[in-house]
Every structure is written in C-alpha cells, then in structure tokens.
C-alpha cells in the first residue's frame, strides 16, 4: 500500500537554529500539507499546497515557516529560527483530489532545547 | 468549517459494534463528514467520508441522518487495535482540503 514518509523520525534542535522536516509524498497525488500536534494537545492545520504555491495557511504558519517542494518527490516544511514552542510531532500528509482521503505520515517528533 | 461535537469518551467491548456519534449543525450544503482516527501519537489515518449518503467501506459505515446535522461511525466488530481517538471532521466548501481536528472521541476496546 502506497504511504507518506516522513524523515526524520526525531530531531533535536537548537533553538534560533533552522529545521527542514522532510516528507515523500504518495506519487500521484497532487494536494499536499503539514499539520502539527503539541504533546497532549489536537492536531493543527498548518499549511496547504497545490500547484507549486501554498493555497491556504492557519495563523500558526508565519513568516517563520516556508514550504517547498524542490522536485517531483518531496514536501519540505522549514523553520527558520526555532523557538521551544515550536516542540511538536510534525505531520504531512496528501491527497490526490480535494475533498477525499488524506494520507498522514508517521510523523516527525521536533524537540527544541 | 463546521463545528463539531464528540463525546469525549466511549468504552466498547471486542466483538461488538462500536457507534460513535457526532454532531454538526452547522454543516452546509457542499461539506463532507470525514471520520480519521489516531492511535497513540501515529499519524491520522483515515477511515471514510461522504456527503449526504450513508457509505460502507472495509473499515466501517458511515450513517448521516437526513438532515445532515449529525452522523454515525460504526465500527461492526471493534477488536483491541480500534483504541484509538476518532476524529469527526466537517470539511469542504472553500477550504483546499483543510481538516479541522477537534478533541475527538478516545474510544477504548475492552476483552
């Protein structure tokens, strides 16, 4: 069965330092997104993208975080200066179409010291 | 995106069905109910969607009632590995594929 893979699996950073959390995918989907889960807390919307551009973003997603997706298999979400509260399980997921199934990635747990 | 409103808790025993209910008065007319799940701190994983018919899958059967202000996930046979929060999601409309979690319903599967 085809799956979203996300690496790495944990990362530890230093905060002020920059991230990129990477994600492969399902080939032929064309809606991709990053989402994030604080410990103990609900899973949040962060970004959409489609076409090459971000389509939809939430309040969390500022100036600090960019999206890219550099050739035809991979998602990045990049975090330019770390703080402690950016400490999350980041998750990507994709669709082939709007308004069907979105598969999620396992995750990738940001611990920032 | 439509609100929605879970129980925050169910308990089932295995082998028998699990119905989950949800609440979404203020869904519209072009948005979907989505049911995800997530067990421990893994990814969401999907288990279906539809629109204003009931829909069955390997997963499980999605019940909306006729006013499309509230809908059902039933679980035929809940084993041990259904323990998991479920996540009813209203979602659609303008949105580019948005999903908005709430807190969900930790569902726990007894022997």
């Known amino acids: 069965e085809p799956e979203v893979t996300q690496t790495p699996s944990h990362q530890v950073t230093q905060m002020g330092q920059e991230v990129i959390l990477r994600c492969v995918p399902i080939?032929?989907?064309?809606?991709f997104y990053w989402y994030r889960q604080i410990l103990g807390q609900k899973v949040e919307f962060l970004v959409s993208?489609?076409?090459?551009?971000?389509?939809?973003k939430s309040e969390i997603f500022d100036d600090q975080f960019s999206v890219e997706r550099p050739d035809g298999s991979n998602f990045t979400l990049k975090i330019r200066s770390t703080k402690l509260e950016d400490s999350a399980m980041y998750f990507c997921?994709?669709?082939?179409?709007?308004?069907?199934?979105?598969?999620f990635g396992q995750g990738t747990r940001l611990t920032v010291v | 995106d439509a609100k929605t409103t879970q129980p925050p808790s169910m308990d089932c025993a295995e082998g028998r069905a699990a119905n989950l209910p949800c609440n979404h008065s203020t869904i519209s007319g072009n948005e979907y109910v989505y049911w995800y799940r997530q067990i421990h701190s893994q990814g969401p994983q999907y288990i279906i969607h539809?629109?204003?018919n009931n829909e069955t899958n390997e997963m499980a059967s999605l019940i909306i009632t006729e006013d499309r202000k509230s809908s059902t996930l039933i679980l035929p046979h809940a084993t041990l590995r259904d323990t998991a929060v479920y996540y009813c999601?209203?979602?659609?409309?303008?949105?580019?594929?948005?999903?908005?979690f709430g807190q969900g319903t930790i569902l726990t599967v007894h022997p």
């Open positions: 993208f489609y076409n090459n551009e971000i389509s939809e």
């Open positions: 080939s032929n989907h064309l809606y």
């Open positions: 999601i209203v979602a659609g409309g303008t949105s580019y594929g948005k999903l908005t």
């Open positions: 997921a994709s669709s082939a179409q709007l308004f069907t199934e979105a598969f």
């Open positions: 539809g629109l204003k």
